[in-house]
């Protein structure tokens, strides 16, 4: 069964430094998401990305994040400089023709900021 | 309340018997998904019911949806300790795109 896959499944880094998270989604879908969930705290919607671009953003989501889809497969999310409060979970997720129909999560990137 | 909540925050039961879960939300929705989470690990979908569904079958699980009370229930019959984990309601708001609107959760303790 098709899946989405994210790497690296764990990423440290430095305060300060640019980190560029991976996903493939599963390959006839059309909507891209990302979420982050923080230990202990619910999972929190970050950007929705369709037809090359962002479809709606979060708050969360400011001038730090950015997002691409630089070939027919992977789906990028960057945070320019990390900061301590980045530290949490990241989740790709995608669905296919209609963006109220299932979203599909990838395994999550655990991000650590030191 | 927020949108999508849980109740209860945690439940423990003993193998075979049944779990029920219970979310509640604010504003009205396109749909309402399930998923599971384990520790520290993926989310796993479970179950879509749309907002003009009332009950949705997959297996062991039963979902039921009532839109006059924003409220949704999740129930796992004959429970296994393979189900222990967290369970999320999430909601996908009336045209509002895709974005999803994940409630805190259920931990649930399946003891053998």
């Known amino acids: 069964e098709p899946e989405v896959t994210q790497t690296p499944s764990h990423q440290v880094t430095q305060m300060g430094q640019e980190v560029i998270l991976r996903c493939v989604p599963i390959?006839?879908?059309?909507?891209f998401y990302w979420y982050r969930q923080i230990l202990g705290q619910k999972v929190e919607f970050l950007v929705s990305?369709?037809?090359?671009?962002?479809?709606?953003k979060s708050e969360i989501f400011d001038d730090q994040f950015s997002v691409e889809r630089p070939d027919g497969s992977n789906f990028t999310l960057k945070i320019r400089s990390t900061k301590l409060e980045d530290s949490a979970m990241y989740f790709c997720?995608?669905?296919?023709?209609?963006?109220?129909?299932?979203?599909?999560f990838g395994p999550g990137t655990r991000l650590t900021v030191l | 309340s927020q949108q999508g909540e849980e109740d209860p925050q945690a439940l423990s039961i003993q193998e075979g018997e049944n779990a029920t879960m219970n979310c509640s939300y604010k504003?009205?929705?396109?749909?309402l998904q399930w998923y599971r989470q384990n520790s520290g690990r993926g989310l796993v979908h479970l179950i879509l019911?749309?907002?003009?569904?009332r009950e949705k079958h997959s297996g062991r699980l039963r979902v039921t949806l009532d839109t006059s009370k924003k409220s949704s229930s999740l129930l796992i019959t004959a429970s296994r300790a393979a189900d222990t984990a967290s369970y999320f309601c999430?909601?996908?708001?009336?045209?509002?795109?895709?974005?999803?609107?994940f409630g805190q959760g259920t931990e649930l303790s399946v003891k053998p």
């Open positions: 997720a995608s669905n296919s023709l209609r963006a109220t129909d299932t979203q599909y």
């Open positions: 390959s006839n879908h059309l909507y």
């Open positions: 990305f369709y037809n090359n671009e962002i479809s709606e």
């Open positions: 504003t009205s929705i396109n749909n």
């Open positions: 019911i749309r907002s003009n569904e």
């Open positions: 999430a909601t996908a708001l009336y045209n509002q795109g895709g974005k999803l609107i």
